[in-house]
């Protein structure tokens, strides 16, 4: 049953990971972007994909447990496509004002760099689903 919590975090930790593997990204390789929010795969769809999917091959489509990590993988998906984005493009415009803001002196304060890119396009949560239903598939097979 240990596959049931290893497969998930394993389909995020190969999601994230593959973030170098894409040229669009452009990351270095470190914690920070190991860790990072944005980017091509969503890590968060595939490990709520993939918990989903290997709930829904162990225990049946018609499951509570399958339609509570469904329900689940749903929410976490549409906060990745909508509340993120929307708190990326508000970041991206108070950094444009606190830069004016300091540049006419405006502001006696430092204001911390708000981040820009916390949210995924529906490619990168398709991609990042494809990946954990895969990861998910593979490791049903094999345990």
Known sequence: MYH???LPLLSGLIAQLAKFAFEPNRRKFNFKN???????????SAMVSSL???????????SPLFAISF?????VIRDALGIRQYLGQHGKVLNILVKDLRDDQMLNEDYPRLLEKIGHTPA????????????????????
């Open 4 to 6: 049931i919590l290893l």
């Open 34 to 44: 190991i860790v990072a929010y944005s980017g091509m795969p969503s890590g968060h």
């Open 52 to 62: 989903a999917a290997i709930t829904g091959l162990e225990f049946g489509l018609a």
């Open 71 to 75: 329900i689940f993988a749903l929410i």
């Open 124 to 143: 990168q949560v398709a991609v990042g689903a494809a990946i954990g239903i895969l990861i998910s598939a593979i490791g049903y097979m094999i345990f």
